[in-house]
């Protein structure tokens, strides 16, 4: 009951995760994992379903003990403080909202084991409401609220407590398209706003890019790359992280000195020390144009659109090159002018580009052996 | 919800489309004609038994007269009143402590350990599975030598009523747990500031009110409707007092009185339970 003595005031804490070890039985969940939360910052951890990130949170947040490795919090080694005294707010994917209580109750609640009185608690949850733009609805109970805005109660419910960490685990999937990005983006301006040191889960990689200082790409309970968002989609450090952030089109190349030919042209290497060899080559669509219709009947970089994806202002055009297919990512009104069956030649832009070891790696690794 | 909002809403379209409003305002007729005379043979076949017995009970001495003595002998009859007040006792006592014993375990398996939940379960639902006659005699012997020490009232027979009312006990609340997603709620809440304690009194009890008043309410009409146990260990609750009424049939009047008071107070009860969930619902939803 004294946590609410104990919190600082904001400005957010530094938390450290260090050497974080957890099993599930014979499962390793999180194998020596470390992670620096500078005060106020806030970091994404991306990752695909099972690579620990949930656990990762989990471990900070209290719910579950840590085999091995500390967490540390403003300087305070917190690995064995149970989780009803480590003084963070966390937002849930699942709705968890307390249905007996109306939504200024469930913000109040936490204030409530604090010891503070009921009209404290009504004034500060009031402001809380505010904060996420629902002080309408404070009388009202869950069920007569829609996803997002039971998602903003917890929200607000889970700052009321002046928490000296934010923990969100996956808290916009349950929510639809437009909901989830309104959402997001409330969530950065507020976090920003309290100035609170901030772990955010998700799958879900443009939400991670989109709101993040930093984003953590994961595999296997360990971190393939820790950086900002606009780092780890343009300078991917593996081959995972190039696949899973953002779409690649991998296709076959030759290395020989710092560069890397691909199908006629040669393109820079994010990683100029690269051996000289064969190799797969990762390259993002919006890197492929199309330069005009086709004059000849074959070529390297000449093939038949096959397909149109329309994603909005810009629109994905797949292109049969013969022996494989490749991506192009351009303007929906310019794709218009190349429809399915179109014959074309493509250009690919010259930047740096990441490439996996060769061409057998790919399967090795366990990914698709995806086209190219 | 829609089905019942569709037939308001179409009504004026209907009657523009004379042949197939027809035939659907005839189906709608046959179905409600079906509901009603499935109502009245059901409705029959319970209340006329009941009917028979209320009417026996206000028969007078001679035929085609009436009396109300057989009601009001109910609690002056020989041994019928204290059975009455044992068997209330039980019911209260097995309830509270079916509950005691079953909640908190059930809260803390599905919080803690949920791959447990399987063994407790199967724990559960085994009275079941075993005769009430089984059941007496492995538990004669207990009783026995629990009784050479110190004597037992009727009362004790609550620990055999407690496993005979832990399946039904279990499936209610069990049901009341599947639909609250206790563990987020738990972790929520711990998350706050709660503790262990707080997290089960404040979070999950509260939002299993009508489980838990499901299950009191299947435990004490198990209580009230006991026979079998209590006779066989030789105790006197209520339906062992009617048995012995119904042998020395001098006043079977008494027998059916009181039988009827008893189911009487069952409804009462069974109506009271559930207008009070429902007025915990209303109170809920008189905000929107």
């Given amino acids: 009951m004294t946590a609410a003595e104990t919190v600082p005031d904001r400005g957010g804490v530094e938390v450290r995760l260090e050497s974080l070890r957890r099993e599930y039985g014979s499962v390793v969940a999180l194998d020596g994992f470390d992670l620096t939360l500078s005060p106020g910052e806030l970091v994404a951890l991306l990752g695909p379903s099972g690579c620990g990130k949930t656990t990762t949170l989990r471990l900070l947040a209290g719910l579950e003990d840590a085999d091995g490795g500390r967490v540390v919090v403003d300087g305070k080694d917190i690995t064995n403080v149970p989780a009803n005294k480590r003084n963070m707010g966390m937002v849930f994917q699942a709705y968890s909202l307390f249905p007996h209580f109306t939504v200024w109750q469930n913000v109040g609640f936490g204030l409530r084991l604090r010891g503070m009185d009921k009209a404290a608690q009504k004034q500060r949850a009031h402001e809380m409401l505010e904060l996420v733009g629902l002080s309408a609805q404070a009388e009202r109970y869950s069920h007569q609220l829609s996803g997002g805005q039971q998602q903003r109660v917890a929200l607000a419910r889970a700052l009321a407590i002046q928490p000296q960490v934010l923990l969100l685990d996956e808290p916009l999937s349950a929510l639809d398209a437009k909901v989830r990005a309104q959402l997001r983006d409330q969530i950065r301006q507020i976090q920003l706003e309290v100035g609170i040191t901030t772990l955010f889960v998700t799958h879900d990689q443009e939400e991670a890019l989109a709101i993040s200082d930093r984003v953590g790409v994961m595999k296997d309970g360990r971190l393939e790359q820790l950086a900002n968002p606009t780092e780890v989609y343009a300078r991917p450090a593996t081959s995972f992280v190039a696949e899973f952030v953002g779409l690649s089109n991998r296709l076959l190349g030759q290395v020989h000195g710092g560069h890397v030919e691909v199908r006629g042209v040669s393109l820079p290497l994010v990683d100029p020390t690269t051996p000289d060899g064969q190799v797969t080559a990762l390259i993002r669509p919006e890197a492929v144009t199309i330069a005009a219709h086709a004059s000849e009947e074959s070529g390297p970089l000449v093939g038949s659109v096959i397909a149109q994806t329309f994603l909005g202002a810009t629109s994905r055009v797949t292109v049969d090159l013969g022996d494989t297919t490749i991506m192009a990512q351009l303007g929906t009104s310019e794709a218009a002018a190349y429809p399915a069956g179109s014959q074309v030649s493509l250009k690919i832009r010259e930047d740096p580009v990441l490439v996996a070891e060769g061409p057998a790696a790919a399967v090795a690794e366990g990914e698709e052996p995806a086209a190219g | ?288």
């Fill in chain 2, 1 to 288: 919800m829609a089905a019942v909002t569709t037939p308001s809403a179409t009504a004026p379209a209907v009657a523009g489309r004379a042949p197939r409003g027809g035939i659907y305002r005839r189906r709608r007729r046959r179905q409600r004609i079906f509901r009603i005379v499935v109502l009245l043979v059901f409705g029959a076949f319970f209340l006329i038994p009941l009917y028979a017995m209320v009417a026996f009970s206000l028969e007078g001495t001679t035929p085609g007269t009436h009396s109300v003595s057989a009601w009001t002998s109910i609690f002056s009859y020989p041994g019928l009143g204290s059975a009455i007040a044992i068997t209330l006792e039980l019911a209260v006592i097995t309830g509270v402590v079916t509950m005691g014993l079953l909640l908190p375990t059930m809260i803390w398996v599905r919080l803690k350990v949920p791959r447990m939940r399987r063994v407790i379960e199967f724990i559960c639902l085994l009275p079941l599975t075993i005769p009430a006659i089984v059941l007496v005699v492995g538990l004669a012997p207990v009783y026995r030598q629990i009784r050479i020490h110190i004597s037992l009232s009727a009362l004790m027979l609550f620990g055999v009523y407690v496993i005979l009312a832990l399946p039904y006990a279990y499936r209610a609340l069990a049901n009341g747990l599947e639909s609250i997603d206790a563990r987020t709620l738990a972790e929520a809440a711990r998350s706050l500031g709660a503790s262990w304690f707080t997290v089960i009194v404040r979070v999950i009890v509260p939002n299993l009110w009508q489980a838990i008043l499901n299950a009191t309410l299947l435990t004490v009409s198990l209580v009230l409707g006991e026979f079998t146990i209590a006779s066989l260990l030789l105790y006197i609750n209520l339906q062992v007092a009617l048995y012995d009424i119904s042998r020395s049939s001098l006043n079977a009047g008494v027998l059916f009185s009181t039988s009827a008071a008893a189911l009487l107070f069952s409804f009462i009860l069974l109506l009271a339970l559930s207008y009070v969930g429902r007025r915990r619902d209303r109170r809920r939803r008189a905000l929107v």
